[in-house]
């Protein structure tokens, strides 16, 4: 897989001067593009390769590996074994939802989650890691749904680990 950087473009395109169909088309273009390349657009993707991007390159960081296509409530698999489920978003004020077992709503379907805010660029934000224990205490019930979610709020983001951007801890 390659390497995932987006960045801030330091150069933005003037769009304004095409006509509707013209951007549609250009649109449909670039979805074609980005399709052949294997991008997508989606927001949880991106979000994923965003996140196992970035631990890949500190090495304070399990290397992490994409779950198999399909894997419930699973995204990503370290070396040491342990399961990360990632959620990602950028405009949302709540996760995805996070199905419990089946048979028993309280066992333990991961070890980690990540959760991944992105700029309306696509850019990078945070990462914020929290260990079973930890979304446990501030997971929320959809019970239309019947799952777990995660509100996008201090109380959320607070309970666990701040991975990006890096912030070094000086001991005295």
């Known amino acids: 897989m390659n390497k995932i950087k987006i ?3 330091e150069e933005t395109m003037d769009l304004t001067h095409l006509d509707d169909l013209k951007l549609l088309a250009l649109h449909a273009a670039v979805a074609r593009e980005a399709k052949s390349r294997g991008l997508s ?3 949880g993707e ?3 390769k965003l996140a196992i991007s970035t631990f890949k390159e500190r090495p304070d960081l399990p290397v992490l590996a ?5 894997t419930k409530n699973i995204d990503a698999i370290s070396r040491e074994g342990n399961r990360y489920s990632i959620k990602t978003l ?3 004020k709540k ?3 996070i199905y419990p077992d089946q048979s028993d709503k309280e066992r333990q379907i991961f070890e980690f989650i990540l959760i991944v805010l992105m700029h309306e660029d696509f850019t990078l934000k945070r990462i914020i890691e929290l260990d079973w224990q930890q979304f446990c205490a501030v997971r929320s019930w959809d019970s239309r749904m019947n799952a777990w979610y995660l509100a996008r709020s201090n109380r959320v ?3 666990g680990r ?5 912030v070094q801890v000086c001991l005295p």
């Open 7 to 9: 960045k801030p473009s």
């Open 41 to 43: 657009f989606n927001v």
């Open 46 to 48: 991106m979000g994923e």
């Open 66 to 70: 994409p779950s198999p296509r399909g």
């Open 90 to 92: 950028q405009r949302a």
């Open 95 to 97: 996760s995805g939802t």
């Open 157 to 159: 983001l607070s309970a």
């Open 162 to 166: 701040q991975i990006y951007p890096y």
